[in-house]
């Protein structure tokens, strides 16, 4: 299996970053996991940062026909431009879907598509932050694990600090998604609250409401999830979590679990 060309153009760009890292830097490690939610702040400059699963799978029914996707590993690379930006890949080398339908089995795995970010800070205080997030997805899935159509869309996370050591995010999101037809592309709508509370110095709890329309020229489609994820940090820079997503109608997958990691160096 082949790396994309931008993934090694990315760990380069990374690696040579690295001999100019600020060693010094002492933020606390920043991450737009668990949960749906994107954080405002970007890796510091210098540095790069991993994100992924290390077990993730989530269950489909829709009557009688059931569909399990899992996905080992699903890693996102961080380097931290300056200037309060930073980029971001996210590609997942192994996707593994199993549908049964009417007493037939069919499995299929392979790489999944390629996600290309850009994080940038648009304004921070003591109260509020904002950030804007366009991206881009290129179709490098294996062939009946993506769509083979480029698509993209803009984020725009806002943090809110909330009194008793209560957080509050919100995270409007626009996507140019392609017709389930393949003949054009249309938009859909995101929407999110996500409020987290530090149980301790180190076990933070999330709860999220998500949802999302989508105006496919075939009929929208709405989905709906409330979901929940502890964070826990075993040290400044490296954070272990597990989360949960569930369904709240039948256009959305019933359950999704997952379990990951972050690191900044």
């Given at each position: 299996m082949k790396t994309p060309a931008f993934?090694?153009?990315?760990?380069?760009?990374?690696?040579?970053?690295?001999?100019?890292?600020?060693?010094?830097?002492?933020?606390?490690?920043?991450?737009?996991?668990?949960?749906?939610?994107?954080?405002?702040?970007?890796?510091?400059?210098g540095h790069w940062q991993l994100e992924t699963d290390i077990g993730n799978t989530v269950h489909d029914a829709q009557g009688a026909n059931k569909t399990d996707t899992s996905y080992p590993l699903n890693p996102t690379l961080k380097y931290g431009l300056g200037g309060a930006t930073d980029l971001e890949a996210t590609w997942a080398p192994d996707v593994r879907v199993h549908t049964r339908a009417d007493g037939n089995h069919q499995r299929r795995h392979g790489q999944g598509d390629l996600v290309v970010r850009v994080k940038t800070r648009l304004y921070s205080s003591d109260q509020a932050s904002v950030a804007v997030i366009p991206f881009v997805k290129a179709p490098t899935a294996r062939s009946g694990l993506g769509n083979d159509?480029?698509?993209?869309?803009?984020?725009?996370?806002?943090?809110?600090?909330?009194?008793?050591?209560?957080?509050?995010?919100?995270?409007?999101?626009?996507?140019?998604?392609?017709?389930?037809?393949?003949?054009?592309?249309?938009?859909?709508?995101?929407?999110?609250?996500?409020?987290?509370?530090?149980?301790?110095?180190?076990?933070?709890?999330?709860?999220?409401?998500?949802?999302?329309?989508?105006?496919?020229?075939?009929?929208?489609?709405?989905?709906?999830?409330?979901?929940?994820?502890?964070?826990?940090?075993?040290?400044?820079?490296?954070?272990?979590?597990?989360?949960?997503?569930?369904?709240?109608?039948?256009q959305t997958p019933d359950q999704q679990f997952y379990l990951g990691f972050a690191h900044r160096w």
């Amino acid at each position: 299996m082949k790396t994309p060309a931008f993934i090694a153009a990315f760990l380069a760009l990374s690696l040579s970053g690295l001999a100019h890292a600020q060693a010094t830097d002492d933020s606390p490690l920043c991450t737009d996991r668990p949960t749906k939610a994107n954080a405002t702040c970007p890796v510091p400059e210098g540095h790069w940062q991993l994100e992924t699963d290390i077990g993730n799978t989530v269950h489909d029914a829709q009557g009688a026909n059931k569909t399990d996707t899992s996905y080992p590993l699903n890693p996102t690379l961080k380097y931290g431009l300056g200037g309060a930006t930073d980029l971001e890949a996210t590609w997942a080398p192994d996707v593994r879907v199993h549908t049964r339908a009417d007493g037939n089995h069919q499995r299929r795995h392979g790489q999944g598509d390629l996600v290309v970010r850009v994080k940038t800070r648009l304004y921070s205080s003591d109260q509020a932050s904002v950030a804007v997030i366009p991206f881009v997805k290129a179709p490098t899935a294996r062939s009946g694990l993506g769509n083979d159509r480029w698509e993209g869309g803009l984020a725009v996370p806002v943090g809110v600090t909330l009194p008793a050591g209560f957080s509050l995010t919100l995270g409007p999101e626009v996507d140019y998604l392609a017709d389930a037809d393949g003949d054009g592309h249309h938009t859909a709508l995101t929407n999110l609250v996500n409020v987290a509370h530090a149980l301790s110095d180190r076990l933070t709890l999330a709860v999220e409401y998500w949802e999302q329309r989508n105006w496919d020229p075939a009929g929208t489609i709405k989905q709906q999830s409330a979901d929940v994820a502890l964070s826990f940090a075993i040290a400044p820079r490296f954070q272990v979590d597990v989360g949960a997503n569930f369904g709240l109608n039948d256009q959305t997958p019933d359950q999704q679990f997952y379990l990951g990691f972050a690191h900044r160096w």
